[in-house]
């Protein structure tokens, strides 16, 4: 079947639909409408059998869904309506919450129910939520309702259907008002559901030494008090700041803009508040940072036996040169450790997207930066791919994209929840791309399939990585219990006889091919085309990465389609 997807935005979730669709066998094409005559010129280069829109801010008008059947993924349960569906959820503390499928029709959200999912709501940030929880529910829904339309099961004109949810109702778009945190008054618990419920996007409005900022994200802290509102202390790269009853840290910070400037974007708290920033402590976390401390670290180790786990939650997935050093750190004293199997990631949500693109964005040479990062990025990634007194597991708990994905390909292993999308390319952000993909990406899918993912720069299921050898395990799980799994999994690894015979060929391969081909030949064969890209100022690359981290079209260019 000819499916259409239309989107705001070719986000997380649109990806998973587009990937997920295309593994059931449809023809799809996707296009990025952000106003409603969008919709109509993209139907009508596509002559679709069917449109879904996984994430549309549009309306969809009136020529399209009177002739052709239209289907909204809405994050909410039946007879929820509005814009801000999931963030009312989180801020009101929900424990249970829905997605639903729904025919577009004159009345926005009034349409038929074409397939319905109910989803668990975690104590996390709306986004991470957004990507794990909900995108299985909706994947699950509307894999349903493409069925149901396919089949011929269900009639367009039917509107029988499931009754509205306990409590749905038609909710107003969330506003700053309502989001807006009173530092004297909110206990720790409501400052962090506020967060929660304003990740990624729109973030907390609020003042902050002297400058008007939007909060992104937040972790509650056990130890630090202080006057409400007064900045604590900093810890990689995030300040934390007094609550009525406690504090929290708050990972980044964008500035508010007027009208006509141009969005600022993210950034690391401490960065973003360059110049502005009180005398207060740096206290940062150990280099290996227990699990069971209560303390909020972006790094963590745990250890289980013969099986030691390293995982890490930076922001969106990106990692800044810090970022990569800081990691680096607590890979090599994690190999100091005396296990056999050591996990890289296993935690939920982003595994890794590559360099910060934020950082470099907003850095006084964007080039020098971009320099610096890919190079650190190299860095971790080498120790990744000589490791050779154990077994390295790769665990993808959520997305990975670009030099994420090569992160996870330097491990012996790579495991994928069934939710995952992996992008394993730079073409999109103008880039030839580094992380010794050129080494990785052929030895796991061979040189052809390398060359295809590459220039295609299509999302891949996890299930599709592992059929392609891209990845070695999908791993059936929930988001919450991906952790433990894996774990578990990898005690069955570390068993011996089998641990060291595998050991003992590792290391016999690393040599073979070190002497065939070096490390260091790879690295400066693609660093030599970073390099070029990066300090050429005319090179697409910046208006790309400009346009990303500002959320915005570059002028004169048009967004592909996707097919």
């Not at 005559?37 to 069917?50: F, K, S, W, Y």
Request: glycine share 8%; with cysteine; proline share 8%.
């Amino acid at each position: 079947m000819r499916i259409l997807l239309v989107a705001g935005a070719y986000n997380s979730l649109t990806q998973r639909v587009h990937a997920e669709l295309r593994d059931h066998g449809h023809a799809v094409a996707v296009e990025v409408t952000p106003e409603s005559h969008d919709v109509v010129r993209a139907v009508g280069r596509h002559e679709p059998d069917l449109i879904v829109a996984p994430m549309l801010k549009a309306v969809v008008p009136r020529e399209v869904w009177a002739t052709r059947t239209c289907l909204i993924v809405h994050p909410g349960p039946v007879g929820d309506r509005g814009p801000s569906s999931l963030d009312w959820a989180i801020h009101e503390g929900a424990g249970e919450w829905g997605v639903t499928v729904l025919q577009a029709e004159e009345e926005v959200g009034a349409g038929p129910v074409w397939a319905t999912a109910d989803l668990p709501v975690p104590r996390v940030a709306k986004s991470d939520l957004y990507r794990n929880e909900l995108s299985d529910a909706a994947l699950d829904a509307v894999l349903t309702a493409v069925e149901r339309f396919a089949s011929g099961s269900r009639s367009p004109a039917d509107r029988s259907g499931p009754p509205s949810a306990p409590g749905a109702r038609r909710r107003p778009p969330m506003r700053q008002e309502t989001r807006r945190i009173a530092w004297a008054d909110d206990p720790t618990e409501t400052v962090l559901r506020k967060l929660r419920a304003a990740d990624s996007q729109p973030g907390v409005r609020d003042e902050l030494l002297g400058g008007e900022w939007f909060l992104h994200g937040g972790h509650p802290e056990h130890r630090l008090r202080g006057r409400p509102g007064e900045l604590l202390a900093t810890r990689a790269g995030a300040v934390c700041r007094a609550t009525a009853d406690g504090a929290v840290w708050l990972p980044e910070l964008r500035a508010r803009t007027g009208p006509g400037a141009p969005r600022a974007c993210k950034l690391p708290a401490v960065l973003a508040l360059a110049g502005r920033m009180p005398h207060v402590p740096d206290l940062p976390a150990p280099v290996l940072c227990p699990d069971s401390d209560a303390t909020w670290s972006d790094v963590r180790y745990r250890e289980d036996g013969p099986v030691g786990v390293l995982s890490f939650s930076f922001p969106g997935g990106a990692m800044s040169t810090d970022h990569c050093r800081r990691l680096l750190n607590a890979y090599r004293a994690a190999c100091e450790r005396p296990t056999t199997v050591l996990v890289l990631g296993g935690a939920r949500d982003f595994f890794s997207n590559g360099i910060h693109l934020g950082v470099i964005e907003a850095a006084p040479d964007p080039a020098a930066e971009s320099w610096a990062n890919i190079n650190a990025m190299n860095d971790l990634v080498e120790a990744v791919l000589t490791t050779t007194d154990r077994l390295v597991v790769a665990a993808i708990g959520g997305n990975a994209a670009a030099g994420g994905v090569m992160l996870a390909l330097a491990a012996d292993e790579v495991w994928c929840r069934s939710g995952s999308v992996l992008n394993p390319h730079y073409r999109l952000m103008g880039l030839y791309g580094s992380e010794y993909w050129t080494y990785s990406l052929p030895r796991r899918v061979g040189a052809a399939t390398a060359l295809r993912l590459t220039e295609d720069a299509l999302p891949l299921s996890a299930e599709r990585a592992r059929d392609i050898g891209l990845a070695d395990r999908v791993v059936e799980c929930a988001p919450a219990d991906f952790a433990a799994e894996v774990t578990r999994l990898a005690h069955h690894e570390a068993h011996p006889p089998g641990a060291q015979a595998r050991l003992v060929a590792k290391k016999d391969e690393c040599e073979r091919r070190e002497a065939a081909t070096p490390l260091s030949t790879v690295r400066e064969r693609e660093l030599a085309h970073m390099r070029r890209v990066f300090f050429d100022p005319e090179a697409p690359y910046h208006a790309l990465r400009r346009a990303f981290v500002r959320k915005d079209v570059p002028t004169g260019e048009r967004l592909p389609h996707i097919r």
